[in-house]
Structure formats: structure tokens, C-alpha cells
């Protein structure tokens, strides 16, 4: 899909999982009616959902880049004229190092719900529990790596507030996941009611 040496290929679909999907030689057979997508006839691929989420793939994608820009940039940013670089500020390290570590969680925390969901659907359990957990999961992975990439953000300075510079779009888009449908929070209301509510409810 994104093959080296070939453009970028223009990717459309809906996000909610309203398909069904089995194992298949090669990948899956998939069934369902998904909603309208713009500028579909255009597109090189369509996105069909039948189970997890895409956007917190796409934001752990977006910080691991935030966290690379931001180390590149630290060797030749001061936050005042004269001062140290930001390389050389125990505070930011920390800071980096924390944020590195956060985006592994986050991303390990939807991967392990993931996992388990597919292994209950290959197994022929109910999937309640497990899409809630999926939901929620995702949830917590885009805000966390949106919070991360605004963190980081704010020891690039003034210059990374240009349109040139990748870290305004890294952290625009990670905004703009935060509003997509598929990460809201009431993702984490259904996962709490399923934990307090009764067994045979």
C-alpha cells in the first residue's frame, strides 16, 4: 500500500467496524454495508472496517514522527537566545524519554486489546466485552499520543509554529483524531458499565 518509490495513495472509507470478517486464505472475506464516503471514485484504496479501529494505529504513527522531529531539532533549539540547547536540559530529556515511553504503552495497550479480541472472535466467544475493551483502548491511545505530541510541541518554540514545520501538522492531526466518533469518550463509560454491572445483565 505504501510501497517505497510509489505516490502516496489516496485512502478513503468509514471508520465504524459495520461489516463482518473471517479468516481466508491470504487475508479475510468480508461482508457488510458501510456508509457513503466521499470521493471514493478516486480513491486507490477503500477501507471496508469490520473490527478495530485505524486512527490509533495512525496517532502511535504520528508521535513515534513527533518524537523523531523533536530530537532532531533538539541539538539547534534554545528556548531563549543564548541559553542551552534543548539537548542539553536534563528536564527535556526526561521529558523525551517519558514521551517515548508513553507512546510504547499506549500502543502495547491497544495491540494486547486487539489481540484478545480477535482471539475471542476466532474462538466463537461473545464480543461484548472485548469491543468495549477495543473502544476503549483506542480511546486511550490517541489521547495519550495527542498529549504526548502537545507536550512536545511546546519545546519547539516559535518555529514550529510554521506552516513548514512537521510538528504543527503532527499535532493538528493528533487533534483531529481526538474528534473523530471512534475515540469518544463514552468509549470508556461502556467499558465501566460493563464492569459494574450485573453478570446476568
Avoid at 480513491?43 to 513527533?66: K, M, T
Avoid at 510554521?162 to 468509549?187: F, K, T
Amino acid at each position: 500500500m505504501f510501497a517505497p518509490g510509489r505516490p502516496r495513495p489516496l485512502v478513503v472509507g468509514t471508520p465504524g467496524p459495520r461489516g463482518t470478517g473471517r479468516a481466508a486464505p491470504g487475508g479475510y472475506v468480508v461482508s457488510g454495508r458501510w456508509g457513503f464516503a466521499s470521493g471514493v471514485s478516486y480513491a486507490d484504496w477503500l477501507l471496508g472496517v469490520f473490527l478495530s479501529n485505524e486512527v490509533p494505529p495512525l496517532c502511535v504513527g504520528i508521535a513515534r514522527r513527533a518524537l523523531g522531529e523533536i530530537a532532531v531539532l533538539a541539538d539547534r533549539t534554545a528556548r531563549f537566545p543564548g541559553g542551552p540547547a534543548l539537548s542539553e536540559r536534563a528536564v527535556f530529556r526526561k521529558e523525551l524519554g517519558r514521551a517515548q515511553m508513553r507512546v510504547r504503552a499506549a500502543r502495547l495497550v491497544h495491540r494486547d486489546a486487539v489481540e484478545t479480541a480477535l482471539a475471542a472472535a476466532y474462538a466463537g466467544d461473545d464480543l461484548g466485552g472485548a469491543h468495549a475493551a477495543v473502544a476503549a483502548a483506542s480511546v486511550y491511545t490517541v489521547e495519550t499520543c495527542a498529549e504526548v505530541i502537545a507536550d512536545l510541541f511546546r519545546y519547539g518554540g516559535g518555529r514550529v509554529l510554521s506552516l513548514a514545520s512537521p510538528l504543527q501538522r503532527y499535532l493538528r492531526d493528533a487533534l483531529a483524531a481526538c474528534q473523530r466518533i471512534g475515540v469518544s469518550e463514552e468509549n470508556y463509560e461502556r467499558l465501566g458499565r460493563l464492569r459494574v454491572a450485573p453478570a446476568d445483565r
